[in-house]
C-alpha cells in the first residue's frame, strides 16, 4: 500500500502567516490528491481535489499544488477559523489511504 | 437538501456486534459510491472500504477484509457497516462519505464505545 507522510505534524502559526504543509506518496498518484480539513468534533471538510482544483465555497486564501510524490496545501493568509486539523488523501487507486494529519495551532 | 444523517452513537461489550446506518438525500444514492472512514479518539482518519449502491459492489481495506460488511439499501437510501466481534481497538468515530472526484459529502459520525 502507498503511504502518505504529512509533514510537519504540528505547526504553530499566528493570524496573518503563510502556511504550508507538505504531503509525500510513496509512489506517484497522478492528480489524484485531495485536502481537507477537520476542527474538533467536526466530520472532515473537503478544501481541494485533483491536487489543486478549490472544491465550491472553499476560500480562495486555500491553494494546492504538486505533482509525482509531492504535494503542498497552502493557506496564503491564516483566519482564525483555519486554525485545524488538515489531512492530505490519495484516490489514484484502493486503498484510499490518508495522510498522519498536520494539526495548525496558535 | 443534500445529505448524509448517520445513526446514533452506540455502546457496545467486547465480542458484541454494531450496525451503523447513513441515510442519503437529496441526490441520487445510486450515482455515487459511499465510503466508510473511522477516527479512534486523538488519532487520524482511517480508510475503511466502499459500496457501489447500485449493485453492492465492495472493495475493503486490507485490515478490515473478512471483518467488516458494507451493504445498501436502495429502497430507502441507506448504507451500512457491521462490524462483528467488536474490541477496544474499535472504539472511534465512525464516518460515511459521498465520493465525488474526493470525498465531498459527510455524515456527522457516529461515535461507537467499546468497553466493559
Known amino acids: 500500500d502507498i503511504q502518505l507522510t504529512q509533514s510537519p505534524s504540528f505547526l504553530a502559526a499566528s493570524v496573518g502567516d503563510r502556511v504550508t504543509i507538505t504531503c509525500r506518496a510513496g509512489q506517484p498518484t497522478g492528480s489524484h490528491l485531495a485536502w481537507y480539513q477537520q476542527k474538533p468534533g467536526e466530520a472532515p471538510k473537503l478544501l481541494i481535489y485533483?491536487?489543486?482544483t478549490l472544491q465550491s465555497g472553499v476560500p480562495a486564501r486555500f491553494s494546492g499544488s504538486g505533482f509525482g510524490t509531492e504535494f503542498t496545501l497552502t493557506i496564503s493568509s491564516l483566519q482564525p477559523e483555519d486554525f485545524a486539523t488538515y489531512y492530505c488523501?490519495?484516490?489514484?487507486?484502493?486503498?484510499?489511504?490518508f495522510g498522519g494529519g498536520t494539526k495548525v495551532d496558535i | 437538501q443534500v445529505r448524509l444523517v448517520q445513526s446514533g452513537a452506540e455502546v457496545k461489550r467486547p465480542g458484541a456486534s454494531v450496525k451503523l446506518s447513513c441515510k442519503a438525500s437529496g441526490y441520487i444514492f445510486t450515482n455515487y459510491y459511499m465510503h466508510w472512514v473511522r477516527q479512534a479518539p486523538g488519532q487520524g482518519l482511517e480508510w475503511m472500504g466502499m459500496?457501489?449502491?447500485?449493485?453492492?459492489?465492495?472493495n475493503y481495506a486490507q485490515r478490515f477484509y473478512g471483518r467488516v460488511t458494507m451493504t445498501s439499501d436502495t429502497s430507502t437510501s441507506t448504507v451500512f457497516l457491521d462490524l462483528p466481534s467488536l474490541t477496544s481497538q474499535d472504539t472511534a468515530v465512525y464516518y460515511c462519505?459521498?465520493?465525488?472526484?474526493?470525498?465531498?459529502?459527510w455524515g456527522q459520525g457516529t461515535m461507537v464505545t467499546v468497553s466493559s
Open positions: 462519505a459521498r465520493i465525488d472526484n474526493a470525498f465531498d459529502l
Open positions: 459500496i457501489n449502491p447500485s449493485g453492492g459492489v465492495t
Open positions: 485533483r491536487v489543486s
Open positions: 488523501q490519495k484516490l489514484d487507486s484502493y486503498p484510499l489511504t
